[in-house]
C-alpha cells in the first residue's frame, strides 16, 4: 500500500506564494506518473498539474505561468510551486501517484487564498 503525505498548505495573501510537497512510500516512485488534484466543497476533484516519469508535464489552463510541478526521484517527494495565488485557487490539493494496480491519494492540505 502506497502512502503519500502532503505538507505546504495555509493561508496567503492574493499574488503571495505556497509551495506543497508529497513524500511517497513508494519505492518505485521515479517509474510513475504523480501530481496534484484540487477540490473545494460540492465541486469534482479537478487536476490541477502531472509529471511523467520522464518529466513531462501537464498543467490545467488556469495554473499555466504560475504553477510549477517537480519531482525529486532521490526524496520520493513531488511538488507544485504556486506563485501569484488567487483567490479562486482556495482549495483542497491532493497529490496522487497512478502505478499498474491503481491510483493512490494524499490526505489533502488546505490552501486558502486570502485578504
Not at 502506497?2 to 509551495?19: A, D, H, I, K, M
Not at 510537497?21 to 488534484?37: P, Q
Amino acid at each position: 500500500q502506497v502512502q503519500l503525505v502532503e505538507s505546504g498548505g495555509g493561508l496567503v495573501q492574493p499574488g503571495g506564494s505556497l509551495r506543497l510537497s508529497c513524500a511517497a512510500s513508494e519505492t518505485m516512485f521515479s517509474i510513475y506518473n504523480v501530481g496534484w488534484y484540487r477540490q473545494t466543497p460540492g465541486e469534482y476533484r479537478e487536476l490541477v498539474a502531472s509529471i511523467s516519469d520522464g518529466n513531462s508535464s501537464h498543467y490545467r489552463d488556469s495554473a499555466k505561468g504560475r504553477f510549477t510541478i517537480s519531482r525529486d526521484n532521490a526524496k520520493n517527494t513531488v511538488y507544485l510551486q504556486m506563485n501569484s495565488l488567487k483567490p479562486e485557487d482556495t482549495a483542497v490539493y491532493y497529490c496522487y501517484l497512478r502505478d499498474a494496480t491503481g491510483v493512490y491519494w494524499g490526505q489533502g492540505t488546505q490552501v486558502t487564498v486570502s485578504s
